[in-house]
């Protein structure tokens, strides 16, 4: 019998190993296809995210696009109010270089009412309409602000591109007339269907993708199918799960899920990326099917399946080789060695015998032992130091119960002798049994004891079965140890692991909270139009404010003085060590800007309560400072011209009876000779005399402007006319360059034609004979723009900055007036007037005047 046993254990024992290996490749084989199905699952995703994220720029790109080339119509049409023709050129120019993501260019009145757009067929639908949207009226209207978002129940669709009811984007500026008051405004009309088919043709790269687009509450605005769009997307997920709430609170811009799209479920792969649509953000979603992304790896893996397949079948035929050849050879080896381990066997079952009782014996955990009719045959030393029972008391009776329970009951070893496990509830409890986990057959409990050997006591029992030779259960062991001190730190740790639950809740609530209170904080402090550098006490800064540049540019870290001029570091330092002394006096400084303008900023430093750092308020004053100083001008320029009226009065009546006295004198004594040109040479001073009291007064108190719409080149022709005995005299070559459709504008004829004469006399007068004198006429946006320029002296450069100055003149008979007269005339006109001179090269005036 046992001969046959040992041929069967060796024939099975073979192919069980064969099994094993057939089973190993089989599972190497499938681990291979989940792995490689995961890597390019993983890999086409990030892709998605990426082709999603680049979809998601170029769409914003489109719209700031669109935002920059409507910036210039607010100009232009109230320019072209009354030219039709023009106002449509240059909408319809507009319109058709952004055809591909404008529907329509519209003008609106004041009144919020469309008065005109292009195109025809589209706008005109909404002609004499008023739109009834109150963000696109307070940010235009109210706020004189550029607008771009939403435009509820503004539709201005064609037949090919149909939107979602309500889902249009607009980008308006508004209007401003002369007095900077609302007149209106001009707004472009987005399709956010041509948005995202435009990108969708150029970047699709697989033919199962799919583009939608969202809105920022869920709403599908784009869908390839029509059906679709205006639903949420939580109507297309299994159970209407909120998979939007997704795109706003996870780091990756991908993942798995379910859709319920075109009346089934399917699993698909989702990228997605956010678009900033003025103040709301919309979404960019790529949806691909599972299936259609693993079709490429199934196909492999059916080649891997089928070289495993080939695999196993060597395997199968090798096994079946080798167990035929060993079989033979282990049949007599066992033969052999049968006959040796009879021998050895009974001395070894006596040996392991007292062996086993020795070490039950000797454990330090209590056991004891039952043979199939419920005896004890052992209880060891270390039962009887926990219950006070010896072995003596126990061998060979059904006592083992009384240290523990006053009435015998059965304990699991019974129950395991009996082959009765169902029934332990019955005594121990619902639940309170379990099969152990180590060793098998075995089952183990905890009981509590009130008064066990005198103390409390918490015991886990185990319990197993012993087998003999032909499987069957002779006995069964049972142990028990005493976990009272395990039962009490498990209680503890649970009751410690629930506070350290409640802490941790709490943490995360106040996190939360400070973390909204951050950034809360945070944007008051980007708002603010002062810029804030909070720094430590070395002056590194840790944080700065309004950070528009990003990159490369990052401040944090650096010494504030890196962003001072280096001819401003010194002082800059000197304030900082005043600050750190605590001075905190408030400090200018001046930046030239990389495009050349000068900036004067006001630093503030103050400390940070509580702390070593401190804070640096940089403000921009630049306006302010030109403010000061035009203030200042026009103070020293005011206290000059009351001076010179004064001065002017008491001059003109003495320098009236001189001249009189002298035509009298010249009349009675009837001078010849030298004495009558001395007294001619007296009348010419007087009466030059009296020219400069003249022009004094016009400076001094200037009348106001009459402004009526008039021809600027008839009052050159009518200026060049007055001066046109000088230009004779010096045969000076007068060149004229008028553009075309100069029109007329609102101008003091006389006031102009006098500031015209004394640009043409100074330019005469610096002309040698035959020299010329060019003046040109041009558009320039909505103003008018006058240039005049002679070949003669020029001016120093030294001497520029005070051309317009009272009296400054280098002319021996000049009063030094002529050019203020010309500034004063200009600037009430509300014009500008620049000077351009290199000495022995000439000199150039180019003056500009509003047409409004």
């Not at 001009?186 to 041509?194: M, R, T, W």
């Not at 698909?268 to 960019?284: E, K, L, M, N, S």
């Not at 006591?457 to 006995?475: N, S, T």
């Amino acid at each position: 019998m046992k001969k046959k046993i040992s041929r069967i254990y060796l024939r099975y024992s073979l192919w069980f190993t064969s099994l094993i290996v057939i089973v190993l490749i089989i599972l190497l084989a499938l681990t291979v296809y989940y792995v490689r199905e995961r890597a390019i699952i993983d890999l086409f995703s990030s892709q998605q995210a990426s082709l999603a994220y680049q979809s998601a720029s170029r769409i914003e790109e489109s719209i700031a696009g669109c935002e920059k080339g409507l910036s210039m119509l607010p100009k232009l049409l109230p320019a072209f109010a009354a030219d039709e023709a023009k106002k449509r050129e240059e909408m319809k120019a507009l319109s058709d270089e952004l055809k591909d993501i404008v529907l329509a260019v519209v003008e609106i009145d004041k009144d919020d009412v469309v008065v005109y757009g292009y195109p025809e067929n589209l706008s005109s639908k909404l002609y004499g309409k008023k739109i009834e949207d109150a963000s696109l009226y307070h940010v235009l209207k109210k706020m004189n602000q550029r607008f771009t978002g939403e435009i509820s129940g503004f539709n201005v669709n064609d037949s090919k591109n149909q939107a979602s009811p309500g889902k249009t984007i607009g980008i308006g500026l508004p209007i401003l007339s002369s007095d900077h008051t609302y007149d209106g405004a001009v707004l472009a009309v987005l399709s956010p269907q041509l948005l995202i088919k435009r990108f969708m043709s150029r970047e699709q790269t697989h033919d199962m993708n799919t583009y939608w687009l969202l809105d920022e509450s869920g709403i599908i605005v784009f869908h390839p199918d029509q059906r679709n769009i205006g639903k949420n997307i939580a109507q297309l997920t299994p159970g209407g799960n909120t998979l939007f709430r997704m795109f706003s609170y996870t780091s990756q811009h991908y993942n798995e899920i379910i859709l319920n799209d075109k009346g089934e479920e399917e699993k698909c792969i989702i990228a997605y990326a956010p678009i900033r649509i003025g103040i709301t953000q919309w979404w960019v979603v790529l949806v691909t099917p599972y299936d259609e992304v693993l079709k490429p790896i199934r196909s492999a893996s059916l080649n891997i399946i089928w070289g495993a397949i080939g695999l196993i079948a060597v395997v199968v035929i090798t096994a079946i080789s080798i167990a035929r050849s060993d079989v033979k050879r282990l049949r007599l080896h066992e033969e052999l060695k049968r006959l040796q381990e009879r021998e050895e066997w009974q001395g070894k079952l006596l040996r392991e015998k007292m062996t086993i009782e020795g070490i039950v014996e000797g454990s330090p955990v209590p056991t004891f032992v039952l043979n199939k009719s419920h005896r004890v045959i052992l209880w060891n030393r270390a039962c009887t130091d926990l219950t006070g029972y010896s072995s003596e008391e126990m061998i060979n009776t059904d006592n083992y119960y009384k240290p523990f329970y006053k009435e015998k009951r059965p304990f699991l070893a019974d129950f395991i002798i009996d082959h009765n496990v169902d029934t332990f509830e019955t005594y121990y409890g619902e639940g309170k049994v379990r099969r152990s986990e180590s060793i098998e057959g075995a089952y183990e409990a905890v009981k509590y004891f009130k008064n066990l050997s005198g103390k409390e006591r918490h015991l886990h029992f185990l319990a197993a079965p012993i087998f003999d030779e032909k499987g069957d259960i002779v006995a069964a062991i049972e142990t028990f140890l005493d976990v009272s001190k395990e039962v009490e730190l498990t209680k503890n740790l649970q009751e410690y692991a629930e506070t350290l639950q409640n802490e941790l809740e709490e943490n995360i609530r106040l996190r939360r909270e400070v973390e909204e209170l951050f950034s809360y904080l945070k944007s008051i402090l980007n708002s603010l139009p002062d810029k804030i550098y909070e720094l430590n006490k070395d002056g590194i800064i840790n944080y700065v404010s309004r950070q528009i540049r990003r990159g490369t540019y990052d401040p944090k870290g650096k010494h504030f003085t890196e962003y001072v001029a280096p001819e401003h570091r010194d002082y800059a330092i000197s304030k900082w060590e005043d600050a750190k002394k605590g001075i905190f006096k408030p400090y200018e400084l001046e930046m030239v800007s990389n495009k050349g303008l000068k900036k004067h900023l006001l630093m503030t430093p103050s400390p940070v309560k509580g702390t070593d750092r401190f804070v640096l308020v940089e403000r921009d004053i630049t306006e302010l400072k030109e403010l000061e100083k035009k203030y200042y001008e026009s103070q020293k320029l005011a206290a000059i011209g009351q001076l010179s009226a004064g001065i002017a009065h008491e001059v003109r009546n003495p320098l009236s009876s001189i001249k009189m006295s002298l035509q009298i004198l010249e009349k009675r004594m009837q001078p010849e000779g030298n004495d009558l040109k001395r007294f001619k040479i007296a009348q010419r001073e007087v009466e030059h005399l009296e020219k400069l009291v003249s022009d004094v007064l016009i400076y001094a108190k200037p009348s106001d402007p009459h402004k009526e719409h008039s021809d600027m080149k008839s009052i050159i022709e009518g200026s060049l006319a007055m001066v046109e005995k000088s230009v004779k005299d010096k045969d000076i070559d007068i060149q004229k360059r008028y553009a075309e459709g100069i029109g007329v504008i609102p101008v003091d004829p006389q006031m102009m034609t006098q500031a015209l004469i004394n640009i043409f006399q100074n330019a005469i007068d610096a002309m040698e004979p035959g020299g010329r004198l060019m003046i040109s006429l041009r558009n320039e946006d909505d103003t008018l723009v006058i240039e005049i320029e002679d070949n003669g002296c020029g001016i120093d450069e030294e001497d520029l900055p005070y051309v317009y100055n009272p009296f400054f003149t280098k002319k021996n008979y000049g009063t030094g007036l002529g050019l203020t007269q010309v500034k004063k005339i200009i600037d009430q006109h509300d014009g500008e007037i620049e000077v351009k001179s290199k000495k022995g090269e000439g000199t150039r005036f180019i003056i500009t005047l509003p047409k409004r």
